[in-house]
C-alpha cells in the first residue's frame, strides 16, 4: 500500500512541478532579455577593446579574449595617482546616507499617523494623497521643485518674506543641501508607501497589550511599534537607497556643477564620451557591486529576522 501511495504521488508531484515552472517562465524570460542580456551586453563591452579610429568600444563575447585594460584604467581613476573619483565616491555615499535619512525623518510620522490615527474614510484621501507623485514623471517633479528654487521663485520669497534672507539665494548653483533636498523630495514617497504597508500590518493589540503593562505612549512607541517595524524600515530604506546610489538627473537638473557631482553623474559622462564608453561600462559594474552589500544585508537581516519569529 505504500509503495502504491509513492507510486501515485509521483505524477502528481510532477504535475505540480510543471505548473509552478509554467507559472515562472515568463518572470523568468523577462528577467532573461531585461536584465541578464543587457548585464552581459555591458560586460562584454567593459572587458572589450576600442576602435582607436572611431573612439567607439568594441564588445567582445568570449569570456576567453576578455581584456583588462578599461579595467586597470578605471582602477587608476580610483586608486592611482592621478585619481579622481575618491572623493567623488565618498560624496555619493555621503549624500544618499543624508537624504535616506531625511526621508526616514520625514516619512515615518506621516506614514504612523495614517495608519494610526486616520479613519477609514480619511485613510483611503490620505493615500491617495501619498500615491498621487507617482502619477507626474520623475521628471515634471524634478522641474516645479527647479521651478521653485529659481531666484525670483517661490522660496526665495518666502524667505525673504519671513525676513530669513537678505537676498535671494541662488539655490542652483552647486549647493549641496539643493542636491539632498531633491533626492529627498524625489524618492520619499517610495519610503512612505512602504513604512505605511508595515505599519498598517502591526496588529493593535500588542499595542493595548503594551499600554495595559504600564507603558507610557513613548515608552510603547519605543518598546512595541518601532521594534515591529523594523522589517518596513529596512525594505523601504533598501528600496530608497538603491536608486539614489545610481542617480545622476537630480544633480544634473539642480545644480549641474562638478563639486556635487556623484558616481551617476561621472558614469553618464563616461557613457556619452568617445574613447571612455569602456570605463563608463566598468564602473557600471562597480556601481552594481555596491549596490549588491546593501541587498545582501537585507537578505540576511531578513532571513534572520524570519528565524527568530518561527
Not at 581613476?77 to 544618499?96: H, N
Not at 549596490?291 to 519569529?309: D, G, Q
Request: with cysteine; charged share 10%; aromatic share 12%.
Amino acid at each position: 500500500m505504500a509503495l502504491r501511495g509513492l507510486a501515485q504521488r509521483a505524477p502528481q508531484r510532477g504535475k505540480h512541478r510543471l505548473f509552478w515552472a509554467c507559472l515562472a517562465a515568463p518572470g523568468i524570460l523577462w528577467l532573461t532579455l531585461l536584465f541578464i542580456v543587457p548585464f552581459y551586453v555591458v560586460l562584454a563591452i567593459a572587458a572589450g577593446q576600442l576602435n582607436q579610429l572611431f573612439g567607439t568600444p568594441i564588445a567582445e563575447y568570449n569570456p576567453l579574449h576578455w581584456t583588462t585594460g578599461n579595467l586597470s584604467a578605471a582602477w587608476r581613476d580610483i586608486a592611482g595617482p592621478s585619481a579622481y573619483l575618491g572623493p567623488i565616491f565618498v560624496r555619493t555615499i555621503l549624500y544618499t546616507a543624508i537624504a535616506s535619512a531625511l526621508c526616514l525623518l520625514i516619512g515615518y510620522p506621516a506614514a504612523y499617523f495614517v495608519a494610526r490615527f486616520a479613519g477609514p474614510r480619511r485613510k483611503v484621501l490620505m493615500l491617495v494623497l501619498l500615491i498621487a507623485p507617482f502619477w507626474i514623471s520623475y521628471m515634471m517633479r524634478m522641474l516645479a521643485w527647479v521651478d521653485l528654487l529659481q531666484t525670483n521663485g517661490y522660496v526665495n520669497s518666502a524667505l525673504q518674506f519671513l525676513h530669513l534672507a537678505n537676498h535671494p539665494v541662488n539655490w542652483l548653483s552647486g549647493q549641496p543641501v539643493t542636491v539632498v533636498l531633491g533626492l529627498a523630495y524625489g524618492y520619499i514617497p517610495y519610503l512612505i508607501l512602504v513604512l505605511y504597508a508595515g505599519l498598517d500590518r502591526i496588529d493593535p493589540a500588542l499595542i493595548e497589550a503594551g499600554r495595559d503593562l504600564g507603558l507610557g505612549k513613548a515608552r510603547t512607541f519605543m518598546r512595541v511599534t518601532l521594534p515591529l517595524s523594523r522589517q518596513p524600515i529596512m525594505t523601504g530604506l533598501l528600496i530608497t537607497v538603491l536608486p539614489m546610489l545610481g542617480d545622476y538627473f537630480t544633480n544634473q537638473l539642480m545644480s549641474g556643477a562638478t563639486n556635487t557631482s556623484m558616481i551617476g553623474n561621472v558614469i553618464d559622462q563616461q557613457l556619452s564620451t568617445p574613447l571612455f564608453q569602456g570605463e563608463g561600462a566598468v564602473f557600471s559594474i562597480f556601481l552594481l557591486l555596491i549596490l549588491m552589500v546593501p541587498m545582501i544585508y537585507y537578505v540576511v537581516a531578513t532571513n534572520r529576522t524570519s528565524r527568530e519569529a518561527v
